[in-house]
């Protein structure tokens, strides 16, 4: 049986760019192409340094080595744990070595756009400097993220263009968590690619730009949850990159928020990093408000076709998406809670960025050796089996989740519990399998005409009586 603990580390190679202590990119003077972003230098006009927003890593030169172990796609895959608690349980691991850098043809159309948009004819490209970096991995079908419990070792020196080891994957996901926190409107597709999602952090030059403001966080959020959505539902709803472009001046128009601005302004097409930005720290103080549960709002890469920007670094979401959580209520909050912070992008500053990069290995005759498949040993491929019978579970475990979440909210809004309650049992729903409930195992005398009977253990599935109610209960009193 697979052990539900798994040690996941990834080594990058040695650092080849050191930092300039004179020059930095600048925040608001970008151009991409692509799936290419590059940002022109603070001191060198003639210098771009360049972030490969997503990129498809084959077998060849910047995919060397490829190694993919998964398990819960298609049946049911269960662990049990030390504790003896059985659960279902999907995810995958990808190992290997790679290089993310961007193509030739990439660089070419690059070096077009910066001429286009900054008449600079021959402009020197430079990988950006990152920091900080986390790793995560996903099945690029809009549908999954293998990313609870993911365990890796990662040293700061990841850098862009440079060969390094890699084995990214999910601790044993929950089937139950999985299916939370999958995108909604995303089927499972026969032979999916797989992937690394990388946020890190990266040092910036930034135009004056500084504003003052004051939130009150309930209101944001019944409005940012009204507009997206009054009813719930299991999973996440990616906001699109114009309706998120909008939301500060919404926000500012309807008196959620103010904005004092001391330099600079909400001019997206000025200022548009910083005003997206500004909108993270926001919804990052919503979530923040979270006892229990994923939170309100996650922020991701844009795989696998970014939403890029065009000259000048206008209304775009650089690299990321932002996702609503739409299992909870409007009806979260019932009382005002204020939000007071500067937020400055003048000088010298650290800011997030965001790429991802596909590993683009089709399991096939030629690369079956690849690959795992930990539930078939004949089969190591998801085929087109398999991924319907995934997608017919999520859909089941889905159902099953909503009305649980509408039931809490009803509980919610009458009155029956606090927010604090609604928290706690919404993250039970949320990490537990409704649909897949091992309630424990069995020993079953199989007999056949003329062959001994031989004993053999079998599953119990379904919530016994009383089970889920303790679960509750267990939930409430925990601090």
Same mark, same amino acid.
């Given at each position: ?6 040690? *996941? ?9 050191? /930092?300039?202590?004179? /020059?930095? #990119? ?63 349980? +999907? ?21 077009? !756009? ?20 986390? *790793?995560?991995?996903?099945?690029? @079908? ?77 209101? $944001? ?12 539902? +299991? ?11 909008? *939301?500060?001046?919404? %926000? ?55 939403? $890029? ?13 932002? /996702? ?27 800011? #997030? ?28 491929? $998801?085929?087109?089996?398999?991924? @319907? %019978? ?19 909210? !009803? ?18 729903? @949320?990490?537990?399998? %409704? ?29 016994? #009586?009383?089970? %889920?109610?303790?679960?509750?209960? @267990? +939930? *409430?009193?925990?601090?």
């Amino acid at each position: 049986m697979f052990r539900s603990s798994l040690f *996941i580390a990834l080594l990058s190679g040695t650092s080849l760019i050191a /930092s300039n202590a004179y /020059s930095a #990119p600048k925040f608001s003077s970008g151009t991409s192409v692509g799936g290419v972003l590059a940002y022109q230098d603070s001191e060198d006009n003639s210098q771009f340094h360049y972030l490969p927003l997503f990129t498809d890593v084959v077998l060849g030169p910047r995919l060397k080595t490829f190694k993919t172990t998964h398990y819960g796609i298609g049946r049911a895959y269960f662990v049990q744990s030390a504790t003896g608690e059985i659960t279902s349980r +999907a995810g995958a691991i990808v190992s290997g070595s790679a290089v993310i850098d961007i193509s030739d043809e990439q660089r070419a159309k690059l070096i077009e !756009q910066i001429n286009k948009d900054f008449q600079v004819a021959n402009p020197k490209l430079l990988p950006l400097a990152i920091t900080e970096s986390k *790793i995560t991995s996903s099945m690029l @079908d809009k549908a999954l993220s293998f990313n609870e419990g993911l365990e890796v070792e990662l040293p700061t020196g990841l850098t862009i263009g440079s060969e390094f080891t890699f084995s990214v994957g999910s601790q044993n996901s929950g089937f139950g968590h999985l299916a939370a926190a999958r995108q909604q409107g995303g089927d499972i597709q026969a032979n999916p690619h797989f992937g690394m999602n990388v946020i890190a952090k990266a040092e910036f030059q930034g135009d004056p730009w500084r504003a003052v403001i004051d939130c009150d966080l309930t209101s $944001v959020w019944k409005q940012t949850r009204t507009k997206f959505g009054g009813s719930v539902s +299991a999973g996440w709803f990616r906001i699109g990159s114009a309706s998120y472009s909008k *939301i500060a001046q919404e %926000l500012k128009d309807s008196g959620a928020c103010t904005f004092d601005m001391k330099e600079g302004s909400l001019d997206t097409a000025a200022y548009g990093r910083q005003v997206l930005d500004m909108t993270k720290k926001i919804f990052e103080a919503i979530n923040k408000l979270a006892t229990e549960g994923d939170g309100f709002f996650k922020f991701d890469t844009n795989y696998p076709q970014a939403e $890029v920007p065009s000259g000048g670094g206008g209304g775009n979401l650089f690299g990321f998406s932002v /996702s609503i959580n739409v299992g909870h209520s409007e009806a979260e909050f019932n009382q005002e809670r204020k939000w007071h912070e500067e937020v400055s992008y003048t000088g010298r500053f650290t800011a #997030p960025v965001a790429l991802s990069a596909v590993l683009a290995v089709n399991c096939g005759s030629e690369t079956k050796k690849m690959f795992q498949d930990l539930n078939d040993a004949s089969e190591p491929c $998801v085929t087109q089996e398999k991924a @319907d %019978l995934l997608s017919t579970r999520l859909k089941r475990e889905g159902a099953a989740k909503t009305k649980k979440y509408e039931e809490l909210v !009803q509980k919610l809004v009458d009155g029956k519990i606090t927010p604090e309650v609604y928290d706690k049992l919404k993250a039970v729903y @949320d990490r537990m399998s %409704l649909t897949e409930f091992v309630a424990g195992v069995v020993n079953l005398n199989i007999k056949q005409a003329g062959v001994e009977a031989k004993k053999v253990d079998a599953l119990v599935f379904g919530l016994p #009586p009383g089970t %889920l109610e303790q679960i509750e209960k @267990d +939930a *409430i009193k925990a601090n």
